[in-house]
Protein backbone atom coordinates (compact mmCIF):
# COMPACT_ATOMS: atom_id res chain seq x y z
CA UNK A 1 0.00 0.00 0.00
CA UNK A 2 1.68 3.63 -1.26
CA UNK A 3 1.75 6.24 1.60
CA UNK A 4 1.48 9.76 0.00
CA UNK A 5 2.87 12.33 2.38
CA UNK A 6 2.12 16.52 0.95
CA UNK A 7 3.75 19.14 1.86
CA UNK A 8 4.01 22.99 1.04
CA UNK A 9 1.21 24.50 1.55
CA UNK A 10 1.22 28.08 2.80
CA UNK A 11 -0.36 32.01 3.09
CA UNK A 12 0.46 33.66 0.02
CA UNK A 13 -0.74 36.84 -1.75
CA UNK A 14 -3.16 36.92 -4.88
CA UNK A 15 -0.60 36.43 -7.89
CA UNK A 16 1.59 34.70 -6.01
CA UNK A 17 3.13 31.29 -6.46
CA UNK A 18 3.52 28.08 -3.82
CA UNK A 19 5.07 24.64 -4.74
CA UNK A 20 3.14 21.67 -3.44
CA UNK A 21 5.04 18.55 -3.10
CA UNK A 22 3.71 14.80 -2.63
CA UNK A 23 6.25 12.16 -1.38
CA UNK A 24 4.79 8.63 -2.17
CA UNK A 25 6.43 5.63 -0.57
CA UNK A 26 6.22 3.28 -3.79
CA UNK A 27 6.62 5.31 -7.32
CA UNK A 28 6.60 2.49 -9.43
CA UNK A 29 2.44 1.31 -10.91
CA UNK A 30 0.82 4.48 -9.94
CA UNK A 31 -0.54 7.43 -11.25
CA UNK A 32 -0.67 10.24 -8.55
CA UNK A 33 -2.97 13.01 -8.75
CA UNK A 34 -3.65 16.86 -6.87
CA UNK A 35 -7.28 17.32 -5.43
CA UNK A 36 -8.57 20.41 -3.74
CA UNK A 37 -11.88 21.07 -1.38
CA UNK A 38 -13.22 24.24 -0.39
CA UNK A 39 -15.16 24.82 2.69
CA UNK A 40 -18.90 23.82 2.11
CA UNK A 41 -17.79 22.03 -1.44
CA UNK A 42 -16.60 18.83 -3.37
CA UNK A 43 -13.62 17.90 -3.58
CA UNK A 44 -11.95 18.08 -7.23
CA UNK A 45 -9.60 16.63 -9.24
CA UNK A 46 -6.69 19.72 -9.90
CA UNK A 47 -4.04 17.98 -11.79
CA UNK A 48 -3.45 14.14 -12.31
CA UNK A 49 0.09 12.65 -13.55
CA UNK A 50 0.63 9.04 -14.83
CA UNK A 51 4.46 8.01 -13.81
CA UNK A 52 4.63 5.68 -16.11
CA UNK A 53 3.91 7.39 -19.02
CA UNK A 54 4.17 10.93 -18.17
CA UNK A 55 0.81 12.20 -19.45
CA UNK A 56 -1.31 14.53 -17.72
CA UNK A 57 -4.61 16.12 -16.92
CA UNK A 58 -5.54 20.02 -15.81
CA UNK A 59 -8.45 21.31 -14.64
CA UNK A 60 -10.20 23.69 -16.59
CA UNK A 61 -9.43 26.54 -13.79
CA UNK A 62 -5.72 25.66 -13.59
CA UNK A 63 -4.41 25.40 -16.96
CA UNK A 64 -2.09 27.33 -17.79
CA UNK A 65 -1.28 28.24 -14.31
CA UNK A 66 -0.46 25.21 -12.45
CA UNK A 67 1.85 22.56 -13.83
CA UNK A 68 2.31 19.23 -12.57
CA UNK A 69 5.83 17.14 -12.49
CA UNK A 70 7.66 14.05 -11.83
CA UNK A 71 11.60 13.55 -9.67
CA UNK A 72 11.36 9.76 -9.86
CA UNK A 73 14.92 9.96 -8.12
CA UNK A 74 12.66 11.54 -5.23
CA UNK A 75 10.15 9.82 -5.71
CA UNK A 76 7.74 12.84 -5.49
CA UNK A 77 5.28 14.88 -7.57
CA UNK A 78 5.20 18.31 -7.45
CA UNK A 79 2.39 21.15 -8.12
CA UNK A 80 3.94 24.31 -8.96
CA UNK A 81 1.03 26.98 -8.72
CA UNK A 82 1.35 30.19 -10.55
CA UNK A 83 -0.59 33.55 -10.33
CA UNK A 84 -3.02 32.40 -7.69
CA UNK A 85 -6.34 33.31 -7.20
CA UNK A 86 -8.57 33.81 -3.99
CA UNK A 87 -10.72 30.85 -5.44
CA UNK A 88 -7.66 28.88 -5.35
CA UNK A 89 -7.80 28.91 -1.05
CA UNK A 90 -8.71 25.31 -0.19
CA UNK A 91 -6.79 22.09 1.15
CA UNK A 92 -5.10 20.50 -1.14
CA UNK A 93 -4.68 16.68 -1.49
CA UNK A 94 -2.14 13.85 -3.50
CA UNK A 95 -3.72 10.80 -3.78
CA UNK A 96 -2.54 7.64 -5.81
CA UNK A 97 -4.49 5.25 -7.89
CA UNK A 98 -2.62 1.98 -9.58
CA UNK A 99 -1.60 3.09 -13.29
CA UNK A 100 -4.20 0.07 -14.10
CA UNK A 101 -7.25 1.78 -13.29
CA UNK A 102 -5.72 5.09 -14.25
CA UNK A 103 -8.94 7.11 -15.87
CA UNK A 104 -8.04 10.82 -15.49
CA UNK A 105 -8.44 13.16 -12.29
CA UNK A 106 -11.65 11.83 -10.43
CA UNK A 107 -10.91 11.91 -6.57
CA UNK A 108 -13.77 8.44 -6.34
CA UNK A 109 -11.25 6.72 -8.28
CA UNK A 110 -8.30 6.86 -6.29
CA UNK A 111 -7.51 4.76 -3.24
CA UNK A 112 -4.66 6.24 -1.66
CA UNK A 113 -4.70 9.35 0.15
CA UNK A 114 -2.45 11.54 1.98
CA UNK A 115 -2.95 14.17 4.78
CA UNK A 116 -4.12 17.84 3.25
CA UNK A 117 -1.93 21.00 3.53
CA UNK A 118 -3.55 24.25 3.43
CA UNK A 119 -3.25 26.78 0.60
CA UNK A 120 -4.72 30.45 1.50
CA UNK A 121 -4.58 33.23 -1.25
CA UNK A 122 -5.63 36.34 0.31
CA UNK A 123 -7.09 39.20 -2.21
Known amino acids: EVQLQASGGGLVEAGGSLRLSCVAS??????IGWFRQAPGKEREGVSCISTADGSTYYADSVKGRFTISINNARNTVYLQMNSLKPEDTAVYYC??????????????????WGQGTLVTVSS
Open 26 to 31: DFDDYA
Open 95 to 112: AAVVEGDYNGCYPGDYDY
